[in-house]
């Protein structure tokens, strides 16, 4: 099997197209199955698929081995990589490791605390935190060089990402923070859910003042809300997410049996109204274990059929 050594999704972005990206989260156990079920129900919809590495810090399959399967049926996946469990040396060898199997998207993150997860008691490494995972990736891949200096033969050819939370405290930082990233040498950015859509303008507004959405691709993430209770969850207790009280009203004035849909009625609605929002390179639809609903989103908002590059 003839697998593709360029980034189709660096392709379509640079080719002026909205992009669209997914979100699978590996299994917890070694069957590969689920994450291939996944990756059926939205590979023709989206241009790349993330594979989360390890998420809220539980143990899972590795988002590498994960990312092979997905490749290997045809799926383009995107790597992330969190720079918690694992030192240089480690982040290196894992680079080169997707590399050989053609993964050529990556999406470099710091990873959450392991005191949310099922180890609280594994040790943190953050040998390099997720800016300089950004430059050994760019690194490794435009000087042909390990960190130590040696060269590489056959360097990875990586799209390189980061992450970026337009709603986090101080809301002054997070426009020379992601100054800061594209500094590092991130090509595109995948931001947290939004659901403070005025918000996330305004940091739009500072972005394109700053002439930022010139230097990197900003793909706007969106999360669909299966219930009012999912809503408050999010508002009161995930740190950095900013759900407007409206949502929740919204949410609440359904039926219980027809909150589903109406949360995706809602990210739908907020999809089209970003498409208009200059700067916005794409979109990154993240439904995690809610996969089935990816087409209809993507359908619904305008995004499908995906151009072909």
């Given amino acids: 099997m003839s697998l593709n050594t360029e980034s189709k999704l660096e392709k379509i972005l640079k080719a002026g197209h909205l992009g669209v990206t997914s979100e699978c989260g590996p299994p917890r156990g070694s069957d590969p199955e689920g994450i291939k079920e996944k990756g059926k129900l939205i ?57 050989s199997f053609d993964i050529n998207n990556m999406l470099c993150l710091s990873g959450d605390h ?32 390990f960190l130590g200096g040696d060269d590489i033969k056959r360097p990875p050819k990586m799209f390189v990402g980061a992450a970026a939370n337009p709603f986090a405290d101080p809301f002054e930082i997070r426009v020379p923070r992601l100054a800061k990233k594209i500094a590092c040498g991130a090509e ?39 219930s009012v209770g999912m809503a408050k969850y999010m508002k009161n207790r995930v740190p950095g997410m900013d759900v407007p009280d409206a949502i929740i009203d919204r949410l609440a004035g359904v039926p219980k049996e027809k909150q589903a849909q109406e949360g995706i009625d809602i990210c739908v609605e907020a999809i089209q109204r970003l498409k208009e929002v200059k700067g916005v390179s794409g979109f990154h639809i993240m439904a995690i274990e809610w996969e089935e609903k990816v087409p209809e989103i993507v359908e619904r908002s305008g995004l499908y059929p995906r151009p072909e590059v």
């Avoid at 698929?49 to 390890?54: A, H, R, S």
């Avoid at 997860?117 to 042909?144: I, W």
Wanted: aromatic share 6%.
């Fill in 43 to 99: 590979k023709d919809y989206v241009d790349a698929v993330n594979v989360t590495d390890n998420q809220t810090a539980m143990t899972r399959m590795s988002s590498l081995a994960a990312c092979i399967h997905l490749k290997l049926m045809g799926v383009e996946p995107v790597l992330q990589m969190v720079t918690r469990d694992r030192n240089r040396i480690a982040l290196q060898s894992d680079i080169l490791g997707a590399a």
């Fill in 114 to 145: 392991q005191s949310f997860g099922d180890c609280a008691q594994g040790q943190n490494v953050h040998d390099l935190d997720s800016m300089q995972l950004v430059q050994t990736v760019r690194h490794m891949r435009d000087e042909g060089k």
């Fill in 188 to 226: 595109f950015i995948q931001t947290q859910c939004i659901y403070n859509l005025d918000k996330f303008e305004e940091w739009m507004k500072r972005v394109e003042e700053r002439g930022l959405h010139e230097k990197t691709f900003i793909m706007a993430g969106m999360t669909p809300m299966k």
